[in-house]
């Protein structure tokens, strides 16, 4: 065997190597990692939540997506480390822009991912700056409406906190400057234009609107409490706010209106 292939064939199995290790099974609660496949077989879920069932954890359907995201970003960066030992011949900039364009026809991406996808697929590093900055300039890809978009989304159907949004913005390379922007223009903007916002919460980076909408959800998980000690209650509206990502004065705020509206 001449010295190049053996060189080859070494480099492969290292790439391989380091896929393997790579795949890990995220779960909650810090339960221990185990070796998977990451083709995520039938009956997975079903496994996973016999597992967190038997340990006394509720699984969540949030945490199931961000789980799902974790695991992707997994693939991604196995499928790049493959793209470092082995580049397909014949990939062109139409390629590449075909690619981009189906990929955005499912969802809007970030800059970061975008460029992730199109190195799992092994295009140059060059056709792949070129393809971006022309969508970028095109405004095909832009993180900062994506991250008002994302932000708004995650705000009304799940109720997510400023911290929390952003956290999960970063993790899809947004940069700080955009996703401050976003949650800032989700949380302090008025519907209601000039009119002027009660100091107090202004103060907690929340709009009037914002905060109410957040009293009705609190409320709700509230009033499922049944009759659960009102100690008990408080507990579970702490974790539940803090979990989406609000900070203690809005957690202080939410709790006393919580008290005022349902006296024991």
């Not at 997510?160 to 223009?185: H, N, T």
Request: charged fraction near 30%; glycine fraction near 4%.
């Amino acid at each position: 065997m001449k010295v190049s292939e053996k060189l080859k064939l070494e480099s492969i199995s290292l790439a391989n190597t380091l896929v393997k290790v790579a795949e890990v099974k995220v779960v909650p609660n810090k339960l221990k990692l185990e070796p998977i496949g990451l083709e995520n077989p039938p009956g997975a879920r079903a496994e996973l939540e016999d597992k967190l069932s038997s340990e006394g954890v509720m699984l969540d359907e949030e945490y199931m997506e961000e789980s799902s995201e974790v695991i992707e970003e997994v693939v991604i960066r196995n499928e790049e480390c493959r793209e470092q030992v082995l580049l397909a011949p014949g990939k062109t900039k139409f390629d590449a822009e075909k690619l981009a364009i189906e990929l955005l026809a499912s969802r809007a991406f970030t800059a970061v991912e975008m460029r992730k996808k199109l190195l799992a697929k092994r295009f140059p590093v060059h056709i792949i700056d070129e393809v971006m900055t022309d969508f970028q300039t095109r405004g095909l890809i832009n993180d900062c409406f994506y991250a008002e978009t994302f932000a708004q989304s995650r705000w009304s159907s799940s109720s997510w906190g400023p911290m929390r949004i952003k956290q999960a913005l970063f993790r899809k390379g947004v940069s700080k400057v955009d996703a401050e922007k976003a949650v800032q223009v989700v949380f302090q903007s008025s519907d209601c234009g000039d009119c002027e916002q009660p100091n107090n919460i202004e103060k907690l980076g929340m709009s009037k609107a914002s905060m109410d909408h957040l009293i009705v959800q609190a409320s709700k998980k509230w009033q499922r409490g049944g009759n659960i000690p009102i100690q008990t209650r408080k507990s579970m509206i702490i974790q539940w706010l803090q979990y989406r990502g609000f900070n203690w004065g809005v957690v202080t705020f939410i709790l006393n209106k919580l008290t005022l509206q349902n006296p024991p």
